[in-house]
């Protein structure tokens, strides 16, 4: 049951948990629809207006958790709209406050070009089928009595791709032509009305089918739960929620280092300039912002898809999935899907719910489980990529000092330097580009 310390993270949490559970049991079919009714029993509400809201919006995380989108209409994109715990936000973005002394000089109206504003009683007003929402008179106003509300959402997008829908709902609405996956809205949003779609659902109906499903953890899963969970913790309890067994990525990330240095060694010799391969947000964006440049994006997989290629081809009875912080990760599974990529994904958030459904903790154990080397263990960290690749020249009897990579760390770095490529003005010979600022390890 949720209860009146309900946040948006503990809602969530809560119904992947109960569905996790329940699949486990087999009940799912038969107990989904009374799920709402048992989290929220009423008959007062615990974070939203009302109880009924609240259970619409427990019903819809649910399809969200069984990897279908939260409404009736599905655009195949990973990240959807919860609309029944959106319209909370105002749909103007430019509000005049209380701070407004209604003013002789009218300097918001002297700025406006767009004759949007006009003099109330007591207070300026702003025409929102007029404003362009340029911010001139907010810049204006001595007093700065008009306040920038700009949605959460909308703001945390790198790539502009959500709006407000027309209809006068209020409800956001994601562009998936311009949306790169990467999650930044999702985190953003104080209403928790942007999610993305698990498969929890479908990888538990493997486990319980008998099924040989692996588990791939990103090394960016190192240290996130404290120095003395190694990966033999995480080996241990996933295997104890039904994994037949688990291998680091940071095994994959060698093999797409070695490749990778081979491609940019041959790029340098041509004088041609590669981007990196490995985020799929990045890749996203390159290819949805800046197509002119998709000619330029390394050809080698990723550490995720040359793991699970490897996996497949010691059983291709073998269901693979991806353990991480990435929601971008989940688009790369569809693009690529039957190719020998992951069959699933599943973010640390899911994996942590079907540890709670089964009763499982990561449990501190020695650091004997060494399956990678320490620069593919390190593939998720900024930068991270371009140490591998420059080991793997050094060991190849190349000089990496003769190399100029830029590092891009965040979306506002990766479209700087994407920029300075397409117009003939990028310096480095290559670029390292993760949307997450940090790294991996930061997503």
């Not at 702003?126 to 909308?154: F, H």
């Not at 300075?420 to 993760?434: C, R, T």
Request: proline content about 5%; glycine content about 10%; aromatic content about 6%.
């Amino acid at each position: 049951m949720i209860t009146n310390d309900a946040t948006l993270l503990k809602v969530k949490h809560e119904v992947l948990y109960e569905v996790a559970k329940l699949a486990y049991e087999g009940r799912l079919d038969d107990e989904r629809d009374n799920l709402p009714y048992k989290m929220v029993p009423g008959p007062q509400p615990f974070f939203r207006c009302c109880i009924y809201r609240e259970r619409e919006v427990i019903r819809q995380r649910i399809r969200l958790a069984e990897g279908k989108a939260p409404g009736t209409e599905d655009d195949g994109n990973v990240v959807q709209i919860i609309n029944s715990a959106c319209e909370g936000c105002p749909i103007s973005r430019y509000v005049v406050t209380d701070n407004c002394q209604k003013c002789m000089g009218r300097a918001c109206q002297q700025a406006c070009r767009f004759g949007a504003i006009s003099m109330g009683r007591d207070k300026s007003y702003i025409d929102p089928s007029k404003c362009k929402e340029c911010g001139q008179c907010a810049k204006a106003c001595p007093y700065n009595a008009i306040a920038d509300l700009m949605r959460p959402c909308i703001k945390s997008c790198p790539v502009g791709a959500i709006s407000v829908a027309e209809n006068g709902t209020g409800i956001a609405v994601i562009d998936k032509d311009k949306c790169i996956d990467c999650g930044s809205c999702i985190h953003k949003c104080p209403f928790g009305a942007i999610g993305s779609k698990s498969y929890i659902v479908d990888i538990i109906n493997d486990m319980r089918a008998g099924k040989k499903v692996f588990a791939m953890f990103a090394p960016a899963t190192y240290g996130q739960f404290g120095a003395d969970i190694t990966m033999a913790s995480w080996r241990t309890a996933m295997k104890k929620i039904g994994f037949y067994d688990a291998v680091d990525v940071g095994l994959g990330a060698d093999m797409t280092a070695m490749a990778e240095a081979k491609e940019w060694m041959e790029a340098k010799a041509e004088g041609r300039k590669k981007t990196t391969s490995c985020c799929p947000a990045f890749v996203n964006l390159i290819k949805k912002q800046y197509p002119e440049l998709a000619e330029h994006i390394s050809t080698t997989i990723s550490p995720m898809f040359a793991l699970s290629r490897l996996l497949k081809s010691e059983d291709p009875d073998t269901i693979t999935v991806f353990i991480g912080p990435c929601i971008a990760k989940k688009n790369e599974k569809q693009e690529y899907k039957g190719q020998g990529n992951a069959d699933f994904v599943l973010t640390l958030g899911e994996f942590r719910a079907m540890m709670r459904a089964k009763e499982v903790v990561l449990e501190p154990e020695e650091n004997s489980d060494q399956q990678a080397s320490i620069y593919g263990k390190r593939f998720g960290n900024g930068g991270g990529v371009s140490a591998a690749v420059a080991q793997c020249m050094r060991e190849a009897g190349a000089d990496p000092d003769k190399f100029n990579i830029e590092k891009c760390s965040g979306a506002a770095e990766c479209k700087k330097a994407l920029t300075l490529l397409k117009v003939g003005k990028l310096p480095a010979d290559f670029i390292e580009g993760m949307v997450c600022e940090g790294g991996c390890v930061g997503g």
